[in-house]
């Protein structure tokens, strides 16, 4: 089976740049001087392996990976009170040390974390924003976009996985183009390969027999430019 990424057109290209060119993380961030921010707790740094969910849902790729490799930290954050709550209190009853869960909103949690301090980032289906006027909510046109590969340490990944083909090419342009995405290189993109089904969303794509795709970069070890 096979999942072709189609590239954005002219008109789509010339929004994605001036947006980029517009909106920088430092003024974003002005919104939240004053607002509450969840904290990460500090064990999850004490792990030199860590990975971050972003939008992560019920959390049911983080239960899974956090069994798998007890060694490694794994952080979920999700702000919606359904899905975000409903993770927290699964992930507390699992009693794991390794697993952690932020019932909160990303954008201002990972805009605080330090550059190069995780080995890999995982979106799963994000919300596709369909309507043009809401397009620059997609995490290609996004002021973290740059920030999530600064957060990742040379060689970490970035994976975003999802059943719309605009929303994957899109973003595959913006990896590929954004002038602040410097050092990343294509490892993968294509059908999802999980026949499992990692995420509460993907399990219910692949029992509607709905394609899905995935695109995943990483981040090059050498940095010298
Ligand atoms: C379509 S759902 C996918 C959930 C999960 N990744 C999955 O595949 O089952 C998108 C999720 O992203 C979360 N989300 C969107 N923007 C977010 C943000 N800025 N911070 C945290 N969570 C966010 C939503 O609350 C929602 O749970």
């Given at each position: 089976m096979e999942f072709p990424l189609p590239t954005p057109d002219e008109k789509q290209i010339a929004f994605m740049e001036k947006t980029w060119a517009r909106h920088h993380l430092e003024g974003y961030m002005k919104r939240w001087e004053n607002a509450f921010v969840a904290e990460v707790p500090e064990?999850?740094?004490?792990?030199s392996w860590r990975a971050c969910d972003l939008g992560?849902?019920?959390?049911k790729y983080l239960l899974r990976e956090s069994e798998q490799h007890p060694e490694k930290g794994w952080l979920g954050i999700d702000k919606g009170n359904l899905r975000g709550g409903g993770m927290t209190q699964r992930f507390n009853t699992t009693?794991?040390?390794?697993l952690f869960g932020v019932h909160g909103n990303a954008i201002p949690i990972m805009a605080r974390f330090p550059d190069a301090s995780l080995d890999q980032i995982t979106i799963f289906?994000?919300?596709?924003?369909?309507p043009p006027k809401h397009r620059k909510k997609r995490w290609s046109y996004h002021p973290l976009l740059p920030k999530l590969t600064r957060l990742l340490k040379p060689g970490g990944t970035l994976l975003l996985a999802s059943n719309e083909a605009f929303y994957l090419g899109e973003w595959q342009y913006a990896l590929q183009?954004?002038?602040?995405?410097?050092g990343m290189k294509k490892i993968y993109t294509g059908p999802?390969?999980?026949?499992?089904?990692?995420s509460h969303f993907e399990t219910k794509f692949i029992e509607q027999n709905v394609p899905c795709g995935e695109v995943i970069f990483q981040k090059e070890t050498d940095q010298t430019p």
């Open positions: 064990a999850f740094w004490e792990y992560c849902g019920f959390g009693g794991r040390s390794n289906y994000p919300n596709p924003w369909w183009h954004h002038p602040e995405m410097v999802i390969r999980d026949p499992e089904g990692r």
